[in-house]
């Protein structure tokens, strides 16, 4: 029963964690043109990532920002579901690195930075 239970409230996680996201580029082109120019990628634990080595200034903020907001969604569904943000924000991650289209970046469990 416990078994069922943790696979039942795993699937409502998941569900919840991806109709709460936030969208990573929340319509902002500079986000979008990063995204596409392999700049930014997600991350296995539900936050946004710089891939390349130089960033501009400006997009890291943007980077920076957009996490705080994924993670305050985060703690809310935690709360709500009675888990940790962690758990949710690995969801999330699984979700949006799904959702990606080819030739996006994202990392993977190991640290490591693959192309879609």
């Excluded at 109709?19 to 990628?41: C, T």
């Excluded at 809310?76 to 579901?81: E, H, K, L, M």
């Excluded at 949006?96 to 930075?113: C, N, P, R, T, V």
Aim: charge should be neutral; proline fraction near 3%.
């Amino acid at each position: 029963m416990t078994f069922i239970r943790t696979i039942l409230m795993s699937a409502l996680l998941a569900l919840a964690a991806l109709a709460f996201a936030p969208n990573a580029s929340a319509g902002d082109p500079q986000i979008d043109a990063a995204r596409a120019a392999g700049e930014i990628g997600e991350r296995i634990d539900g936050y946004l990532g710089v891939v390349t080595a130089s960033p501009d200034p400006a997009l890291v903020r943007k980077v920076q920002d957009i996490n705080n907001r994924r993670r305050a969604v985060y703690e809310q569904t935690a709360r709500d579901n009675n888990t940790t943000v962690q758990i949710v924000a690995q969801l999330t991650g699984e979700k949006q690195i799904a959702k990606l289209e080819a030739g996006q970046y994202y990392m993977d469990a190991s640290g490591s930075w693959k192309q879609k």
